[in-house]
């Protein structure tokens, strides 16, 4: 990437991480007015972010979603987009400590990777990719904020913490949203993936390590779903299960191509 | 048995009930997550086929069934629930029988793949009409548990367009244009089938370059010429065919840009743009000539000339029958519509 460029994503990156830390001094040392003044801070991130997304779009000539730095830096678009909306929304701007980790951990990665243009390749020119894509960011995003939501909810339901009920219960339906948003997203994400994976491939299951990975976050989804729904699971135990279940997305994603490299799923081209 | 019977009897006394309940929902949903976490951590270590024969091993087998059981009964119990609800104008019920239902129909889809799903990959050269010989056909996969014979298929291939990324192995765009027997002329792409009969699509997989050989006696007369489908493609690797009528051997390589480079051939894109082929005659053991050879350029060797004229391409193609993929998408659609039905709801609190 050129200069500019990264002297914008380094700002952009150390702009979220000293909200994130700014956000955790707040929470262990009980400083209100630090965790308020960081919605600026991260609002400022996220418009930058917003035109790095904007310029790598107009530079590659096609929505960046090439490669580990481009999924990387919209992925991380979404996350930041999702959990500002919900912090905004439930007015509980302390949210972005809990999810704005993941995002950080995803720009890393990604500005490890190759970083240079590469272009849309035939087999990525298909309408459903973007479906397929736009929808597992979506999901993602969504999964992140539940697990964000729960790791807060487990910061402040601990024993001798003061926190007000009533947003404690409304943390806790914003888990249990996420997460319902999170699983119909993930379902359309599958789907469009299925029949992507029929027009380039011949067939709509190979048992590729990501596929099964997915479709086993999806059915750890699916199950936290039909315990909050059917067993009442709500709190502190549903918070443990949405802070563990992102771990199937995170291997979905990063695991499978750092462990193997014959997965079908590899996002860099080159 | 009586005995076995009556114990179990004893122990569930509604063994109905018992399938259809909640719990059990529970535990085979559970059940379900733990047996694909086994799938997805072998699946990191091994390769797709053994997943697959390990996903279709007797006990997972037993597992999704007992699940589609509880779903059933699950569904029959809430039935009278639904129908209330949506008299009342509620439609999630029927959102959740649409969104699990699906289940059934992807339970179909999977075992309509499983039965009826069959693989054919073909070679046809720029110019060359399909008639299903066997030398027109690559490879077929195992045939499935049900063989109905396949539908009839016949085209003619004019044109296969690929194009690179500069000098990186980056398609940019694969297509070819095929004129079917039918007379309808279509356009297929790497990623873009074409529906050619029944739950039967035609996808292009790949390509290669077919040059025409030619062959000349000393006075000029041309006594071979074929076109030969050759794997040649990356630039670098090298493929060989027998003349047909002369006991020699011929293997070559294609650069599809040469360019000479501190005295050596280099290609400048992977794009056919100026082809040079790198040929090598033999008989037996003993090389008899080697060259690289610009359109038309020729070998000399036992008082004959090799040239190649031209080069084409041929297309690779996959043709796929599979009756589970419309089935499998109106599964989708209708979990789909039941989600969004669903959604037009506020989420119940929760609790049994």
Known sequence: MSTAFA???????????????????????????????????????????????????????????????????????????????????????????????????????????????QPMVASLQSFWLFIHIFFAWLAYGAYTVACGAGVIYLLKSRAGESEDPERLKRLDELMFRSTVFGFITDTVMIAAGSIWAKDLWGSYWSWDPVETWSLLSWLVYGVALHLRITLGWRGRRLAWLLVFAIIGVLISFWGVNLVMEGSAHVFNVG | MPRLLYAIRSRVPDPIGALGSW???????????????????????????????????????????????????????????MVIGLRNGRWEALGTYLFHGAFFLLALAVGLTLLFRQEMTLRVAEGEDFVGAPEQIAGRSQPAMLNPPTAPLGFRLEKVVPEFWGDQLLFTRLEADLLFDSGTRKTTRINRPLWVGPATFLRMS?????????????????????????????????????????PHRVELGITPDAAEEEGRLISR????????VTAQVSRGKIILAEEDLSIGEKLEFEGLSLSFPEIRYWG??????????????????????????????????GGP
Not at chain 1, 60 to 68: D, L, M
Not at chain 1, 88 to 103: D, I, M, R, V
Not at chain 2, 269 to 276: K, W
């Open chain 2, 206 to 246: 790949g390509f290669g370059y077919t040059p025409r050989y030619q062959v000349t006696d000393n006075q000029g007369r041309i006594v071979e010429s074929l076109f030969v489908k050759l794997t040649v493609f990356p630039p670098g690797i090298r493929d060989s065919f027998h003349l047909e009528s002369f």
């Open chain 2, 23 to 81: 719990k059990l929902s529970i535990v085979l949903t559970v059940s379900g997550a733990l047996y694909f976490a086994f799938l997805a951590i072998w699946s990191t270590s091994s390769p797709p086929h053994v997943v697959q024969g390990i996903a279709g091993l007797l006990p997972f087998w037993i597992l999704y069934c007992l699940l589609l059981v509880n779903t059933t009964l699950c569904l029959w119990q809430r039935w009278p629930l």
């Open chain 1, 7 to 117: 002297a914008f994503f380094w700002v952009m990156t150390v702009t979220y991480a000293l909200a994130v830390g700014a956000q955790l001094f707040g929470l262990v040392f009980q400083k209100e007015n630090w965790i308020d003044r960081t919605r600026w801070a991260i609002g400022a991130g996220l418009a930058v972010h917003t035109v790095l997304v904007a310029w790598r779009w107009i530079a590659t000539g096609h929505v960046p979603t090439i490669g580990n730095f481009e999924n990387a830096l919209f992925g991380a678009w979404f996350i930041v987009v999702m959990t500002v909306w919900a912090g905004w929304k439930e007015k509980f701007p302390l949210l972005a400590a809990g999810s704005l980790p993941f995002a950080l951990l995803i720009l890393g990665g990604g500005a490890l990777s190759d970083t240079s243009y």
């Open chain 2, 316 to 349: 690779e193609f996959s043709v796929v029958r599979d009756p589970g993929v419309p089935v499998l998408f109106t599964a989708f659609t209708l979990a789909l519509v039941g989600l969004i039905l669903k959604l037009r709801s506020r989420p119940p609190a």
């Open chain 2, 269 to 276: 894109t992977l794009n056919l743009n100026h082809p040079v």
